[in-house]
């Protein structure tokens, strides 16, 4: 699996013991640093079958700058997808890429059903 996370963000940093107590093996990968491109964005969205709005971080810095509250539903999915690959703080994180499934965010319970 990969975990997909912002090292500094608390529910990344809980997401990420509550895998290594289950004993669950991944691959990190900071979300700053190596950005997820377009192409990836795109397969985790039709695994995740979740709206694309679920990728946004809503609650971040950027998003509010960027005021995407108001301006997402007027966007295209090829535009919003761009704007994903384009800052990895603008991605719901931390995501954790399974083989048939993609969840965004940290909730435990949803967590321990799919794992």
């Not at 997401?15 to 990190?28: N, T």
């Amino acid at each position: 699996m990969l975990f997909v996370h912002y090292p500094k963000c608390t529910t990344c940093q809980k997401a990420k013991k509550w895998l290594d107590e289950k004993g669950v093996s991944y691959r990190e990968r900071h979300i700053k640093e190596d950005n997820p491109s377009v192409k990836e964005i795109k397969e985790w969205h039709a695994k995740s079958g979740m709206p694309l709005k679920k990728f946004f971080n809503t609650s971040g810095l950027l998003y509010k700058e960027l005021q995407l509250k108001d301006k997402l539903e007027k966007m295209s999915e090829e535009e919003q997808y761009k704007l994903l690959a384009s800052d990895g703080m603008l991605v719901k994180r931390p995501i954790l890429v399974g083989e048939d499934f993609v969840l965004t965010g940290f909730r435990e319970k949803e967590w321990e059903r799919r794992l």
